[in-house]
Every structure is written in structure tokens, then in C-alpha cells.
């Protein structure tokens, strides 16, 4: 820095040299070496206060970055903490719909086996209505053959008892003939 400064002051003390002496011998001015002096000591100056307002801005700036930085370190944590929040709600509808189909597939198994005990309910009951038809119509069968037979004995009895007397009574007895 010192040394770009020491640049500057002399291009500059060049500068006012050569305008210097060219207006000195239009105008008859005489540059001396005080003003020369002056000249660099008011650079000097001005340079100070351009270095300490270069300062100020710099730390200006710094500042303001690192308040940049520490909101952007905010806004990172504010958003890691809704996508911890997104996930848990992720998680959580994940459980439940898992939950719902365990509860579907129970729901389905109960179902399932009401439909299953319902039809074998009904089969043992078809089964168990179709015997006691079938033996009603077996008794039925029976009674009818034992009427028919009884109808027959009858009548080949009431023929016996033409020739014979005492079949005769009996069968009168009984109310047969």
C-alpha cells in the first residue's frame, strides 16, 4: 500500500511539475519546491480520509455480509427444521395407512370366514333338511306300502273268510267285514 501510494504521489508531482512548468512560462508562475510540498501534504491528507472512509466501508460491508451469512444460517436451520417436520408427517401417514391395511386384511380374514361359516352353515342345514325329507318320505313310502299291504291281507282274509266261518266272525268282530 505504501508503495502504490509513493507511485501515485510521484505521477502526480510529475503531473503538477509539468503543468506547473508549462503554465509557469505562459503565465509566468514559478513552481517551487514548498508548493510541490503543500501539494503532496493535501494528497496525503486527502488520501487518509479516503483510506479511513475505505475502512469504514469495508467494515460496512463486512458487517452486513456476516449479517447476510447469519440470516442465511438461520434460514437453512428454519428450513431443516419444516423438512424434520414434513418427514415426521410423512412417517406418521405411512404408519396409519399401514395400520388401516392391517385393519383392511383383519376386516377381509372376518369376512372371509363369516361367508365361509354362513355356507357351511347352510350346506349342513340343507343337508340335515334333505335327511329328515328323505325319511319322512321313506315313512310315507312305508306307511303307504304297509297300507296297501294291509289292503291286500284285508281282502285276501275277507276271501278266506267266505269259506270259512270262523275267519268270518273274527273279522266281523273287528269291524273288517
Not at 460491508?61 to 442465511?72: A, G, L, M, N
Not at 357351511?120 to 321313506?138: F, K, M, N, P
Not at 310315507?140 to 306300502?145: I, Q, S
Request: proline share 0%.
Amino acid at each position: 500500500m505504501r508503495k502504490s501510494f509513493l507511485f501515485v504521489a510521484a505521477l502526480l508531482l510529475l503531473l503538477v511539475a509539468f503543468f506547473g512548468l508549462s503554465l509557469a512560462g505562459e503565465r509566468g508562475l514559478r513552481v517551487t519546491n514548498e508548493m510541490i510540498y503543500e501539494k503532496l501534504l493535501e494528497m496525503e491528507k486527502r488520501q487518509a480520509v479516503l483510506e479511513a472512509q475505505f475502512r469504514e466501508f469495508k467494515e460496512s460491508v463486512d458487517k452486513r455480509f456476516e449479517q447476510v451469512d447469519t440470516r442465511f444460517e438461520e434460514l437453512r436451520e428454519d428450513m431443516n427444521k419444516r423438512f424434520e417436520q414434513i418427514d415426521r408427517r410423512i412417517d406418521e401417514t405411512n404408519r396409519r395407512i399401514d395400520e388401516t391395511n392391517r385393519n383392511m386384511r383383519w376386516l377381509g380374514l372376518i369376512m372371509g370366514g363369516l361367508v365361509a361359516a354362513v355356507i357351511a352353515i347352510v350346506v349342513w342345514d340343507r343337508r340335515t333338511a334333505v335327511r329328515v325329507a328323505v325319511r319322512e318320505a321313506e315313512r310315507e313310502l312305508e306307511e303307504r306300502y304297509e297300507l296297501e299291504l294291509m289292503k291286500k291281507i284285508i281282502g285276501a282274509l275277507r276271501e278266506l273268510a267266505k269259506g270259512d266261518k270262523r275267519l268270518a266272525e273274527i273279522l266281523r268282530h273287528h269291524g273288517l267285514l
